[in-house]
Each structure stands twice: as structure tokens, then as C-alpha cells.
């Protein structure tokens, strides 16, 4: 676990995972943020192009640092929270903006039938965040859900203003309950790929882990299903 200030260099250095000294990743974030040169203007739009332009897909690898790194996503264009997070650390990283991982375990009282049933669970191990270092102080953004998945779940579309914590809304639009943040794991400076898959294997099972890696393998480069259709689940 990273403990130091922002002055730390990791979160400014590329690694293997969060390779912010990709070339697509660089020309990714040029385009981005076009001219603008203020921080924080330049971590909301990062943040709106990874909420939005990487669809959130829970059934993707996960068990493999290539899984997560931060180009790869990019060409990938759908993954779950992890994988977009390690995408918009290395987007800051590219920017200029000290930038981290963070992690929590979330209970998601809205999700799908079918992903409840594939995890055996609503309790979301090592949910993904990004921390960015601006103006003073680390602020929080969480890029997993895209707009359209949102709307279809009845949840407002997480904003990010580059200085308040941008965090999971307690409730939906109906007032019924949407996520609940249990534990938190800590902020590093790259994605803890072992770390991830122990948790999970802890809460969901080792055989249960196994399975998916091995399902993911057999089906490697295809997509397992479409998360966008799937049935709403209220729990």
C-alpha cells in the first residue's frame, strides 16, 4: 500500500500496467483535453471520455497484468471498473496530474439477474477508483458506469468536478438503495493484480476463480455476454 504524498514519482511514472508512456495513450490524452491546460478541466474531461467512451462490462479477464494495462483497455473499449481506472490513472500520469488507484469493496443493491447469479453475490470485491492530486489535495473519481447504462438503471450518472470526491450515490432515482461502500483497501500506485484476484478468490471461492479463468481463456476474444441487455436486479 502507497503511503506517501504526492510527491511520490510513482504517481507520475509509468509502469507496465498503467502505461502512461504508451503512444496511444499519450495521443488519447492530447485529444482529450485539446487545448486546455487548468488541472482540473483537464481530469473532468479525462474522467468524462473514460466513463463514457469505455463501456463498463463485468465480464472481461481479470487475473493477468495485460488484462488491466492501460493501452490495452483503450483498443479494448469495454471492461469493468479495474481496467477503467488503471486506463484514466494513466491518462493523469500523461496529463501531467499526479494520479493513483484507489480501492473499496461495494454491496450493489442494483445490478443485473445475470451477473448476481454468475458472482453468487451482490458484494463487489476491490471495486475500482482513481485518486488525482489537484489543487492542494487527492480527490476521488469513479469512472465504472457509462451514461447509458446509468440511465437504464435509474442512477444519475456519476459527475466529477476535479475537487469534490466523486463516489457511488447511496440511493437511485426512485429512492431506493444503489451502493453501499463497506471497506476500503487503500491507494497504490499501480494496479495490485495479485492482491485482486486473492480477494476474490477469498470471497467468491477458489474453485469459483478458477472457473472464470478458465472460461475466459476457452473464449478468449470473444465477448462472454452483453452486459447492456441483461435483466435489472434490485436487491
Not at 490524452?29 to 471520455?49: K, M
Not at 462490462?57 to 488484462?67: C, G, I, M, R, S
Not at 444503489?178 to 467468491?204: F, R, S
Not at 469459483?208 to 476474444?221: D, H, N, P, T
Amino acid at each position: 500500500m502507497e503511503t506517501m504524498d504526492h510527491e511520490n514519482p510513482n504517481y507520475l511514472t509509468p509502469t507496465e500496467i498503467i502505461d502512461s508512456n504508451h503512444p496511444k495513450i499519450q495521443e488519447y490524452a492530447t485529444q482529450t483535453i485539446g487545448g486546455c491546460s487548468d488541472p482540473v478541466e483537464r481530469a473532468v474531461l479525462l474522467y468524462l471520455a473514460v466513463r463514457d467512451g469505455i463501456r463498463y462490462d463485468p465480464y472481461t479477464p481479470f487475473h493477468l497484468p495485460e488484462h488491466y494495462r492501460a493501452s490495452a483497455v483503450l483498443d479494448r473499449g469495454r471492461s469493468f471498473c479495474v481496467p477503467k481506472v488503471s486506463l484514466l490513472c494513466a491518462l493523469g500520469r500523461a496529463c501531467d496530474i499526479p494520479s493513483r488507484v484507489g480501492f473499496a469493496t461495494v454491496k450493489n443493491h442494483l445490478a443485473t439477474r445475470q451477473l448476481i447469479d454468475f458472482l453468487g453475490s451482490n458484494v463487489f470485491v476491490y471495486h475500482g477508483f482513481v485518486e488525482f492530486y489537484l489543487e492542494g489535495k487527492w480527490v476521488k473519481a469513479t469512472p465504472a458506469f457509462n451514461r447509458e447504462l446509468c440511465e437504464r438503471h435509474q442512477v444519475e450518472p456519476l459527475e466529477f468536478n476535479g475537487r469534490e470526491d466523486s463516489l457511488f450515490h447511496s440511493f437511485n432515482r426512485e429512492n431506493k438503495k444503489y451502493m453501499e461502500y463497506v471497506e476500503y483497501h487503500g491507494t497504490y500506485a499501480d494496479i495490485p493484480v495479485d492482491a485482486i484476484v486473492a480477494a476474490w478468490k477469498k470471497k467468491y471461492g477458489e474453485d469459483q476463480v478458477e472457473e472464470w479463468i478458465e472460461m475466459f481463456a476457452q473464449r478468449e476474444g470473444t465477448q462472454f455476454a452483453d452486459f447492456d441487455k441483461e435483466d435489472v436486479w434490485e436487491g
